[in-house]
Nanobody, 116 residues
């Protein structure tokens, strides 16, 4: 059973930086896509960034140029480096492991709060 644990969230001022980590406690294949999603009160969960097993990346327009997703397959861990944070980035951030179109695993989330 795969367990995903996010860490690195917290309170940060605007223009600050945070790095989120998503560690898989069970061994996973490096071919699987991993992603970061976020959800703030009153809004739908949205894709922030994805990275495939081949290290192809995709970003939401709102975070392009500010966020970077990466992975360390030896550590079964994905990262989200967040720079130039804005108050509108405030949300719960969730890690997702995509096994197939119909099977995914989610972490419990980590809160990011950006103050102005």
């Amino acid at each position: 059973q795969v367990q995903l644990v996010e860490s690195g969230g917290g309170l940060v001022q605007a223009w600050g930086s945070l790095r989120l980590s998503c560690a898989a406690s069970g061994r996973i294949s490096s071919i699987y896509t991993m992603g970061w999603y976020r959800q703030s009160p009153g809004k739908q969960r949205e894709l922030v960034a994805r990275i495939t097993g081949g290290s192809t990346t995709n970003y939401a327009d709102s975070v392009k140029g500010r966020f970077t997703i990466s992975r360390d397959n030896a550590k079964n861990t994905a990262y989200l480096q967040m720079n130039s944070l804005k108050p509108e980035d405030t949300a719960a951030y969730y890690c997702k492991l995509e096994i197939s179109y119909v099977r995914s695993y989610w972490g419990q989330g980590t809160q990011v709060t950006v103050s102005s």
